[in-house]
């Protein structure tokens, strides 16, 4: 049977082939919808659950594949950055039931604070490597990944991109195979238990497995020779070898799958065959660099695709053909279209109340860092999924105490990125003695993947429900002081005003607790709001909050603002801020 | 037969993905290659957004050449002219007549353009405007905006006769069927009139 489906649908359809029984993810562009599908497609085989970040799911994970079952982990690149510390002692350990960590990167950003190359991660932690350059492949391969996991005794770094995520293809199906159920727990300290001693003489093992791994890249069906004209042989993978297939159809193509550790020796042989090598990759010389350490010549490579962003086929073309593609100029002057925050959204008063307060503002990850952008401009960091909140301890350190608005400083984070690791500068924070003002946007769901749920919305990714973390009494445990905890309606701005203008003037840390749910997961319409013309003044104050329901219109010779009821869901933040009481239901 | 090049343009929100679901599901029935390609996240939020669906024999790449454009949709006009150039000559232009107000001109920061006909016009592809909205609502809801669209789209494509009503099935929950069938025949319908073809 045949379906048309994404890389990422492909991935948990592979998971569910390969005998998976357990799966675990922290949400995150462009992973998120390989758990998503193996709950909605498969969760009577395979037990499934999201985790508070990256590192736990890892962990929990690879406690699922101590106990012996096949287990799946997915995270978006920089993820791997959060779950590097147990991955790279895993690669001592190894595993039992085979463990597969899938790894999607983003090159060109499309939703990510930068576009590291994870492929990089293969190379340090010393695991393997497989790369899928279509859903095909992301299904087939993923059974091979896990064959390869058990089989050398190592957790397996399967790396998409955006384009292979979110790409669709059409798929040939399987069936599932029934794997053995994984009995009773095994207790090998050796194995599991990284003393010092008993880690060491891992560290020559794993070499070795590397070693053998290079040499099965030789022969292994994940790599292979298509031969073609020998005045040119491409070596590519992922999506880069399909721009590359559809620019030079003729040419010879090493396409591999396996990309850590290089078959060097197959690499040899192709270069041999072939008149010029041309080495084709997004991001980084991964290959590139493997192919010259191995002292074959590169004709091309780094110097023909970029290393800064995502590879165009049209400039992939352009190179390989040496011809230019007939491009007609694109129509000018139009009004650019960036993303916004939703209508009606809970973070837009209380982005609009700090803008008033003249505070600086450290952000964190999430639907809310678009506060960042015109007209709002709120919001002054964004580094890292839970940076907000020891940023901010660290700039209120250097700053010290201050009633100068400009340099009071003010963290602002969302409920999901809270849990996935602001809880832990949070500590940082009150252990430190340290005081800054920090505001949770509680809307109750993980937004920006698209509505996940988090530890505090008292469901799991199975639906079902499971105790809701009290955000209030955890702030509280931690050491505010209980005064200091505030919560207050994202929606009433008056509230949200008062609330940060006294806890800004208090000695001690303080917790804003904003809570009102997203309108687009919970989907929440209320009567809108219209614009009477005749008490507008045109001042364009309304406009200033940013929704894309608001905006002025000439009418009579007059600019008044109006409100296009199909967008408005009577949020009631520009009628707040209207000085004339011309927003009315 | 030879690889068809189509891109969706829009805005977050108005269904392009689903309307990319339904032409790749259709494909498919069809029994062709197919490659789309989207991009989630940070872009569904009100912003641009474009899908890319290439279908043929045998399909590579899953983005589509610049300037090799056989079809576009537009589902909103500023984003249909945003990606006119893509078109190659002779290629069809199809865009929603329903402008949504880009936040840069709600805030006033930019001015949505007033000379949408002459922009298009300067394109070397034939142009077909859709009342997206209107029919839509004649079929029941505006949101099935994008249904019309896709409707208005499946004459160019040779498709066997029940073929999209298995990819209407396949990508549009049971409930909303009906409308959405409807909003697809009113598009199409609209198409075959302009275009003389059979309907």
């Given amino acids: 049977m045949k379906q048309v489906l994404s890389g990422n649908e492909a991935i948990a359809r592979g998971a569910w082939e390969a005998g998976v029984r357990f799966a675990c993810a922290y949400p995150g562009t462009p992973s998120t919808e390989i758990l998503e599908n193996v709950a909605a497609h498969y969760a009577e085989d395979i037990n499934a659950q999201w985790s508070p970040n990256e590192k736990t799911a890892l962990e929990v994970g690879m406690g699922a594949a101590v106990a012996g079952a096949r287990t799946l982990v997915c995270m978006k690149h920089v993820g791997v950055n959060v779950a590097a510390d147990p991955l790279f002692t895993m690669a001592y350990t190894g595993v039992r039931g085979g463990l597969v960590l899938v790894c999607a990167d983003d090159p060109n950003l499309h939703s990510s604070q930068n576009e590291q190359d994870n492929r990089n991660y293969a190379k340090f932690a010393k695991i393997p490597l497989i790369e899928p350059s279509d859903s095909q492949e992301a299904k087939d391969f993923l059974k091979d990944a896990f064959e390869l996991s058990e089989k050398f005794d190592t957790p397996v770094l399967f790396r998409t991109t955006t384009r292979i995520s979110h790409s669709k293809s059409v798929v040939e199906l399987g069936e599932r195979d029934e794997l053995p159920a994984a009995g009773d727990l095994v207790r090998d300290p050796r194995k599991y238990t990284m003393l010092p001693a008993f880690a060491r003489p891992k560290h020559p093992v794993m070499e070795q497995k590397l070693a053998e791994l290079r040499a099965l890249g030789v022969t292994s069906p994940l790599n292979r020779v298509e031969p073609g004209d020998p005045k040119i042989g491409i070596v590519s993978s992922g999506i880069t070898y399909q721009y590359a297939k559809e620019s030079l159809p003729e040419a010879s193509f090493l396409k591999l799958g396996l990309t850590y550790p290089l078959a060097t020796e197959l690499v040899k042989e192709f270069a041999r065959s072939v008149e010029q090598l041309i080495v084709v990759e997004e991001l980084d010389p991964f290959l590139e660099e493997q192919i010259r350490l191995a002292g074959v010549a590169v004709n091309h490579g780094k110097d023909w695709f970029s290393i800064c962003g995502e590879l165009e086929p049209s400039r992939v073309a352009e190179r390989l053909t040496g011809e230019a593609l007939a491009r007609t100029d694109p129509a000018g002057g139009l009004p650019v279209r960036p993303p916004v925050l939703c209508p009606g959204c809970s973070h837009r008063g209380v982005f609009h109340v700090l803008r008033k307060l003249k505070v600086f503002v450290a952000g964190d990850i999430g639907c809310y860092t678009l506060g960042a952008l015109p007209p709002l401009e709120s919001m002054h960091t964004c580094l890292c999924m839970g940076g907000s909140i020891p940023m901010a301890h660290g700039i209120a350190k250097v700053i010290g105490p201050t009633a100068e608005r400009k340099n009071q400083v003010v963290a602002v984070i969302g409920d999901s990125t809270f849990f996935h690791s602001g809880v832990t500068g949070l500590i940082d924070m009150i252990w430190n003695n340290g005081n800054a003002v920090v505001v949770i946007q509680d809307n109750r769901t993980t937004a920006m993947t698209g509505g996940q749920e988090n530890p505090g919305t008292g469901h799991m990714l199975s639906g079902l429900e499971s105790p809701q973390i009290d955000m209030e009494k955890l702030v509280v445990a931690l050491g505010v002081v209980p005064d200091n905890v505030r919560v207050v309606s994202a929606y009433n701005l008056e509230a949200v005003e008062n609330a940060l203008t006294e806890e800004l003037a208090k000695p001690s840390p303080s917790v804003v607790i904003t809570k009102d749910p997203c309108v687009l997961q919970y989907k929440i319409s209320e009567t809108p709001y219209g614009v009477d013309r005749e008490t507008c003044t045109g001042c364009k104050q309304c406009i200033k909050v940013g929704c894309i329901a608001l905006s002025m219109t000439e009418q009579d010779g007059e600019t008044k603002a109006e409100i296009d009821p199909a967008f408005c869901t009577g949020c009631s933040v520009c009628a707040q801020v209207c000085k004339f009481d011309a927003i009315v239901r | ?199």
Avoid at chain 2, 38 to 65: K, T, Y
Avoid at chain 2, 105 to 115: H, L, W
């Fill in chain 2, 1 to 199: 037969m030879k690889t068809i090049n189509i891109l969706l343009s829009g805005v977050g929100g108005q269904g392009v993905l689903l309307a990319s679901r339904i032409l790749s599901e259709a494909a498919m029935v069809q029994g062709l290659d197919i490659k789309q390609s989207e991009v989630h996240g940070m872009s569904q939020r009100g912003g641009s957004v474009v899908s890319h669906v290439r279908i043929g024999d045998a399909v590579h790449s899953p983005i589509v050449p610049d300037g090799q454009c056989d079809i576009l949709v537009g589902f909103e006009p500023l984003e249909g002219l945003r990606h006119a150039h893509h078109v190659k000559a002779g290629g069809v232009l199809l865009h929603a007549v329903d402008p949504i107000n880009p936040s840069t001109v709600s805030a006033g920061f930019a001015t949505y353009p007033t000379d949408l006909d002459e922009q298009f016009a300067r394109f070397a592809c034939d142009t077909i405007a859709v009342p997206a909205g209107e029919l839509a609502e004649q079929a029941g809801n505006r949101r099935s905006a994008n249904v019309v669209m896709v409707g208005a789209l499946s004459p160019l494509l040779e498709f066997g006769p029940t073929v999209w009503d298995h990819a209407l099935e396949a990508a549009i929950p049971a409930k909303l069927l009906q409308l959405n069938r409807e909003a697809f025949r009113l598009g199409r319908h609209l198409v075959c009139d302009k275009h003389g073809l059979a309907g």
